[in-house]
């Protein structure tokens, strides 16, 4: 029997295909469908001669899929690598590969979500937001050029090093390096939000609580604001935000959050507590 | 609005509708998706501006597992055309956005119910070895998720902007538009509190306070907290390599340190 070998081309394809991972995401089976069709062009390659095992080899990897679609790729990767030994007569059963992949979808979800949603996306996103609302075209673009251009990287790369790993990565990614990754992540995710809290919220309370002229004859105006200011600045948004954590924890629907903020602002504007 | 401003619409509609599941590329944003729909309309400055005020909005709407958040995508196109061609404040448009952002949740939770249907037809084309079947499968719930945003967009681009639009939106009275405004000035913070949830780590909770001190009493910008955040970042995990190896009495491989590339400090 003669050797199946992917080639560079071939992963480049799965490279590709990987972008569209959950274009039909459903609630059944998730990104079964996508993960299939980003594996097609190996396994058609693979199984050109052998029909039967390329019907099965379809079948298995519409099972069950669901993880952080760019840390999917190397688990594609991976996958690819396996097929390719089984092709060439390895002993892999259906059991083996469906288990790599039942085994890595959780903990590089684990790694993925704090990582690319926790940290990567909301501090590009604030920063592209923050300059945007000046109306200038550089915000939304920092954030969709920066973002596009580390998810794509991790993608190629995700594939590429999952092929070229194969199943040692799987050994790899039970050991500590994971978890040094997705706390250092948050401990950056965390700081950088604290800060936000802090810089790019505003809330202004113009209420007078006392007004007199001086014994130099200034007519000094105390507001709420300006106690809150001499206290803790950005005391408020803190306070909101840990509000907020508590009522998301409590099962609370965010949008219901949001129009509950807004009731404030808009009670709190018409009394003249919010300016 | 000009027929080729309608199907560049809609085209701008159809690519948000499908990042929207796909979150690859991220043209489904507020940031991205707004400022598109005013470049088509001939109003950048203003989509700009409204991506941003929406994007602090929705800065912690994120699908993670199998939970969906609310629908990001409808709320951008369908806001940013009401604003831009009603001529519309931008408080007007973060009313708008909200009650979107549900129909937009409603709608995607929808298509991807019914594509278990594509699922099922999937695994039949798989037993018949067609690999083209699955891949048009895959592309029928990609294209459901385009065209539940452009259909709704199209029909709003075709009434916004008449006598009767513009007067139900100037209806809203002042006090709730200037209170939404105000209130757009720390809605973000329900963001900040999903991306705080999400990372789960008690025990890392001082790092967001020294972030919020120093945010207070200093006037760092955010790439200077950038560099502070991987410099705690490898201080944390040097403190955390520690702790594992004496758990494990030095039975560790490798130094993951060196992970943490210095070049990235700059």
């Not at chain 2, 409603?106 to 991807?112: A, D, E, G, Q, S």
């Given at each position: 029997?003669?050797t199946?070998q ?6 480049v394809s ?13 609630f059944?089976r ?6 299939c ?6 396994l ?5 001669d ?22 999917a ?21 259906e ?18 979500d ?16 923050g ?12 954030f969709?050029?920066a ?13 590429m090093?999952g ?42 309370m ?5 007004e ?12 709420l604001?300006?106690?809150?200011d ?46 | ?26 043209f ?22 409204l ?9 912690g709407w994120?699908?993670v ?8 995508a409808?709320a951008?196109?369908?806001?940013a055309?009401?604003v ?23 709608l995607?939770?929808?298509v ?5 249907f594509?699922?099922?037809l ?8 067609n690999?083209?079947?699955i891949?048009m499968?895959?592309?029928?719930g990609?294209?459901?998720?385009g ?22 939106l ?9 209170g ?7 809605i ?28 207070v ?14 410099i ?9 390599e520690?702790?594992l ?6 039975a ?6 060196d ?8």
């Amino acid at each position: 029997m003669s050797t199946k070998q992917l080639t560079k081309s071939d992963l480049v394809s799965i490279f590709i295909r990987s972008n569209f991972l959950l274009g039909s995401f459903n609630f059944e089976r998730m990104q079964a469908i996508g993960f299939c069709v980003s594996l097609i062009p190996a396994l058609k390659k693979l199984y050109k001669d052998d029909p039967e095992e390329y019907k099965r080899s379809l079948k298995r990897h519409l099972e069950f899929f669901n993880t952080q679609p760019f840390l999917a790729t190397p688990i594609m990767g991976i996958i690819a690598a396996m097929e390719e030994k089984k092709a060439n007569g390895a002993d892999i059963s259906e059991g083996t590969l469906s288990g790599v992949k039942v085994g890595l979808i959780g903990p590089l979800a684990g790694v993925g979500d704090p990582i690319f949603w926790g940290t990567l996306r909301p501090v590009l996103a604030a920063l592209g937001a923050g300059i945007a609302l000046t109306g200038s075209i550089i915000g939304p673009l920092i954030f969709f050029v920066a973002f596009n251009v580390i998810r794509l990287l991790t993608n190629w790369y995700g594939v590429m090093y999952g092929y070229d790993k194969g199943t040692e990565l799987v050994d790899e990614m039970g050991g500590n390096k994971m978890r040094y990754l997705t706390e250092g992540s948050s401990v950056l995710g965390l700081l950088v939000m604290g800060a936000l809290v802090a810089k790019w919220t505003s809330v202004n309370m113009p209420l007078v609580l006392s007004e007199y002229d001086n014994s130099a004859g200034e007519h000094v105006v105390t507001t709420l604001q300006s106690i809150l200011d001499s206290l803790m600045p950005s005391i408020v948004p803190l306070l909101m935000t840990f509000a907020c954590m508590y009522l998301l924890k409590k099962g609370m629907n965010p949008l219901l959050i949001i129009v509950g903020l807004f009731a404030i602002g808009i009670v709190g504007y018409a009394v003249g507590l919010f300016a | 609005m000009t027929s080729m401003q309608f199907i560049l619409l809609i085209v701008v509609a159809m690519v948000a509708g499908m990042a929207s599941v796909l979150d690859e590329a991220q043209f489904h944003r507020p940031l991205v998706a707004c400022t598109l729909v005013g470049l088509v309309l001939g109003d950048v400055t203003t989509g700009i501006i409204l991506g941003g005020t929406l994007e602090m909005l929705a800065l912690g709407w994120m699908n993670v597992g199998a939970a969906m958040a609310p629908d990001a995508a409808l709320a951008s196109v369908v806001s940013a055309i009401l604003v831009i061609v009603g001529h519309q404040s931008i408080g007007a448009g973060i009313a708008l956005a909200v009650p979107l952002a549900a129909a937009g949740q409603v709608l995607t939770i929808f298509v991807r119910t019914i594509t278990v249907f594509f699922q099922h037809l999937a695994d039949k084309f798989a037993a018949e070895g067609n690999a083209f079947g699955i891949e048009m499968c895959h592309l029928g719930g990609l294209l459901l998720q385009g065209i539940r945003v452009a259909v709704p967009a199209a029909l709003v681009a075709i009434v916004a902007g008449t006598d009767t639009v513009n007067a139900m939106l100037n209806s809203i009275p002042e006090v709730i538009t200037r209170g939404l405004q105000v209130s757009g000035g720390f809605i973000v913070v329900v963001g900040y509190a999903m991306v705080i949830n999400m990372m789960n780590a008690k025990s890392l909770m001082p790092y967001f306070f020294l972030g919020f001190l120093l945010a207070v009493f200093t006037d760092i910008n955010l790439i200077g907290f950038g560099a502070i955040g991987l410099i705690c970042a490898y201080f944390h995990i040097k403190g955390l390599e520690r702790e594992l190896n004496v758990a494990a009495s030095g039975a560790s491989t490798g130094n993951p340190v060196d992970d943490v590339d210095d070049s990235d400090l700059m």
